[in-house]
């Protein structure tokens, strides 16, 4: 078995490794929207709707406490 050989089947099991990856992700993605843990769909408007103004898509409660301390 020369290098060339062992790159072959490196590669390969890396594609598959890769491959079984990809479509895990994809089944944890569809999931997640199924229970309704998030919206994926709201993610997808960022490059849309990217005003300074526009409000957040998930709000943070950290930053909105920061926010209220401000204020007063």
Do not use: C, W
């Not at 020369?2 to 890396?14: S, W």
């Not at 849309?48 to 204020?71: A, F, G, R, Y």
């Amino acid at each position: 078995m020369d290098i060339r050989e062992l790159q072959g089947y490196a590669n390969f099991f890396m594609t598959i490794f890769l491959v079984i990856m990809l479509y895990g992700y994809i089944i944890h993605l569809y999931r997640s929207e199924k229970k309704g843990e998030s919206d994926y769909e709201k993610f997808g408007n960022i490059a849309l709707d990217d005003e300074i103004d526009s409000k957040p898509i998930v709000p943070n409660p950290k930053t909105m406490n920061e926010n209220e301390e401000q204020n007063k």
